[in-house]
């Protein structure tokens, strides 16, 4: 579901003088472009719909980014001609060269007119260059990447990248790889290369419940040396360079509450922004000496925000919109909820507006994605359902990412009884109408929802699933709660389209009331304030008929 209307980290180019960044408009999310020296933004024209910004070449004029559902290609933004066209040219041999981009930061300039990026090959993965004019040339083959931003330049001529869990270089003049670790064997998140220092900074999560953040120092010799930078309870995401690679940026994260922790080369500044709010993304300047960020400092919509390390001053350069002209904002409270077997399971609760003690409320009880979790943020959804009147509550089911791996290997094939427990809970609290409980999912959180609508039909009035990966159950069911199904046509995950028409027909077909919601334009996620706002009123619908 949406967090606000803007995505992903900014973008700032390396002179600092622009900063482009994806926000939504009523088509979808647009690429934008901020003067970092005069001021303004503006609206770069274009049909299609940006997922991921990756990075500007050296000179300033290229930034590479993809589109939402192109597995084929990247899209390269010409500053100098204010233009967009392919970066590569499509292989259909090799069929979604590109698709795990979209999480997967495998992408690294390594001159003004090329770049290296890893590309899907009949299952396996290639290093590749693909360079501006429309000419390729395979590397070597790597092993698929499993995680996020794993290709880094560290010289003009040469490269680092992670492949089969050990760091690696490839020198582009002789074609020769160099294996950079022995043993090391870690499942890297989010490689950073500081060429004043000539180390690495990683996050990793095998030695600890915890996610953490390493250095890795390469010293004469093949010496290396690793060093762990951050402990305790916390996971960390990001890890960055600043202040030329004497101190470093990362998002931290306590039970799911993001922030950005700046620690800063004399040891003595350590600041954490944003706590008590939110950290969507955020992205180093090559000036190390600013932090552009994609956040809010309370529970509000977010903004893109510049922070200065050296003067310590944090600024809004564009604020977050205010989404409902009559709109209340409703904050969220953290609720743990005890499971059957005891494990505390963490909820964030919205109230309905102009709350009364004692008022029976329509609830509707948010499930998250397989291995994903709910956040702090300000969301659409929540806070809509909210201002007409629902209680909302975000279950972060075992399962769910955030609060360390022994809640997240918990058994989390026992997710659904977590869901009774708050059910149970949220009952007891006097202010729930227990005839008026629905189910909401997006995506492979449906998967719980549909196994408790299945064995539980009599507890919920309604579920509402969002994309869902729908199947066609093999045998005529018993009663099912009543189904609202959004699903965008473009979808291209799993056949969920397709898979959504085959339900509605066996729903009809069997006597299950169903809704459906289709929209030509949307693909997985919703990332248009026109088709926000008409599956609002459609859920409005639902939950109130």
């Not at 719909?49 to 590479?64: E, G, I, P, T, V």
């Not at 077909?509 to 599956?535: E, L, W």
Request: contains cysteine; hydrophobic residues 35%.
């Amino acid at each position: 579901m949406s967090v606000a209307e803007f995505s992903r980290s900014p973008e700032p180019n390396h002179g600092v003088t622009k900063l482009a960044y994806i926000r939504q408009t009523g088509r979808g999310n647009a690429l934008w472009e901020l003067d970092l020296v005069a001021g303004g933004t503006r609206l770069l024209p274009r049909k299609e719909q940006a997922r991921r910004l990756f990075d500007w070449s050296s000179d300033d004029r290229h930034l590479l980014l993809r589109d939402f559902d192109s597995n084929e290609t990247l899209t390269l933004y010409d500053a100098s001609a204010g233009s967009f066209r392919p970066a590569m040219k499509a292989k259909a041999t090799n069929g979604q060269q590109v698709s795990w981009l979209a999480t997967a930061g495998q992408v690294a300039w390594v001159s003004t007119n090329a770049f290296v990026y890893a590309g899907n090959a009949n299952g396996s993965a290639e290093l590749r260059v693909a360079e501006l004019n429309g000419k390729e040339r395979n590397l070597m083959t790597v092993s698929p990447p499993r995680a996020r931003d794993l290709i880094r330049r560290v010289s003009d001529t040469e490269i680092a990248f992670v492949s089969n869990r050990e760091l690696w270089s490839y020198n582009l003049e002789t074609s020769k790889p160099t294996q950079l670790t022995t043993n090391l064997s870690r499942d890297y998140l989010w490689l950073n290369y500081s060429r004043e220092n000539n180390a690495f900074l990683f996050c990793s999560e095998d030695d600890s419940e915890w996610r953490h953040l390493y250095r890795l120092d390469l010293g004469p010799g093949g010496a290396r040396k690793l060093t762990q930078l951050t402990f305790g309870p916390e996971h960390t995401y990001n890890g960055q360079w600043i202040q030329g690679g004497r101190g470093f940026a990362y998002v931290g994260s306590l039970t799911n509450h993001f922030y950005l922790a700046v620690r800063t080369a004399d040891g003595e500044t350590s600041t954490n922004l944003f706590w008590g709010g939110y950290l969507y993304g955020y992205k180093a300047a090559d000036d190390g000496n600013r932090i552009f960020a994609v956040a809010s400092p309370g529970y509000e919509p977010c903004g893109t925000w510049e922070y200065n390390i050296a003067e310590r001053r944090l600024r809004c350069l564009v604020p977050g919109a205010e989404p409902f002209k009559v709109s209340k904002n409703i904050p969220a409270t953290e609720l743990w909820v005890e499971s059957f077997d005891g494990l505390r399971i963490p909820c964030y609760q919205l109230e309905p507006r102009n709350f009364e003690q004692g008022r029976k409320y329509p609830l509707v009880i948010a499930v998250p994605h397989r291995d994903g979790m709910f956040d702090w943020a300000w969301s659409k959804y929540p806070q809509f359902l909210a201002n007409i009147g629902v209680m909302h509550l975000a279950v972060n089911v075992r399962g769910s990412d955030g609060y360390g791996k022994d809640f997240r290997e918990n058994h989390p094939e026992l997710a659904d009884q977590d869901i009774l427990a708050v059910r149970k809970a949220a009952l007891r609290s006097g202010n729930v109408d227990e005839k008026r409980i629905f189910l909401m999912a997006h995506s492979s959180g449906g998967e719980i929802v549909r196994k408790l609508a299945r064995e539980h039909p009599e507890m919920w009035a309604g579920v509402i699933l969002v994309n869902p990966a729908l199947s066609v159950p093999g045998d005529k069911p018993g009663r099912l709660p009543r189904h609202l199904i959004f699903t965008g046509e473009n979808d291209a995950r799993d056949n969920v389209a397709a898979r959504a028409h085959e339900f509605e027909e066996w729903a009809r077909a069997n006597g299950v009331p169903v809704t459906m919601v289709y929209d030509q334009s949307t693909s997985h996620f919703i990332v248009s304030i026109s088709v926000d706002k008409r599956m609002g009123l459609k859920m409005a619908e639902f939950i109130f008929q």
